[in-house]
């Protein structure tokens, strides 16, 4: 008898999930991951676990930054990390700096930057450069990320507007929580960071990308730490989550896979 379409594709991610654990053994996986990616690997690791017997032990830091739970500064105090995920430039530092595995490192999802205002605010269009700039001039507060978004917005997006006098008063870099819970609680009018960060919480209204002259993708990518006791289970997860089976997961979550498909 011929199986139901849809039993017969379960079956087949799942051989393919088993594929891509290889013979290892059921190991425990540290895994430190940045917030760009954080909501899709939530997502996809109990299917992972599910699949492999590995278990995940996860803790979430910036990619970059002074922040204490920042992914170089837990590195660098000597938490355990088996895997990576984060910006992809600062994989590429963590790497020239032997902290993480050259040749590991693999690219998951671009991710653009968003807006949001507090659940129930006027939404301003910013579908526009001239409507985006009535926004940020208008607005009393502005909160931006302390990682790559953030890094980008302070560093060179005011600037580029030619705005940067004026809007930096008012602009606050939020360290150690997501933009979007800081606005949610009414301490800013409006809030920049990657969309797959601004989607999860609650009380906020997405307002949608940046407008695209202006816009920068961050790379997420993942890789293996320089001291990884789980080298052979951190493939297996990395491979999973850059895989065909995980990218409606991640375009779900506001990520835009690499590789398309």
């Known amino acids: 008898m011929r199986m139901p379409s849809m039993g017969r594709r379960l079956l087949l991610g799942a051989v393919a999930l088993l594929a891509l654990a290889g013979t290892a053994a059921a190991a425990e996986i540290h895994v430190l991951t940045s917030g760009g990616l954080t909501a899709a690997y939530r997502a996809l690791a109990p299917e992972f676990e599910r699949a492999t017997g590995h278990r995940l032990v996860t803790a979430q830091g910036a990619s970059m930054g002074s922040a204490p739970d920042a992914i170089p500064q837990r590195l660098a105090r000597g ?128 307002l949608g990308p940046i407008p695209a002259e202006l816009q920068q993708v961050t790379v997420f990518s993942a890789g293996l730490a320089a001291g990884a006791r789980e080298p052979e289970a951190g493939r297996a997860l990395i491979r999973f989550l850059a895989s065909p089976e995980a990218r409606d997961t991640l375009r779900r979550t506001g990520l835009d896979p690499m590789g398309g498909g």
């Open 79 to 206: 938490e355990p990390a088996d895997v990576l995920l984060l910006a992809g430039s600062a994989l590429d530092r963590l790497i020239a700096e032997g902290r993480a595995m050259p040749g590991t490192r693999t690219d998951i999802a671009g991710s653009r930057i968003g807006m949001a205002v507090r659940a129930g605010a006027p939404r301003p269009d910013i579908a526009s450069m001239e409507g985006f700039r009535h926004a940020l001039l208008a607005a009393g507060s502005i909160a931006y990320s302390a990682s790559a978004s953030g890094v980008y917005i302070e560093g060179e997006m005011y600037r580029r507007m030619g705005l940067a006098d004026e809007l930096m008063p008012k602009s606050r870099k939020i360290f150690s929580e997501r933009v979007g819970s800081v606005v949610a609680r009414g301490e800013a009018e409006i809030g920049f960071q990657q969309i797959s960060e601004l989607l999860p919480i609650q009380g906020i209204d997405f």
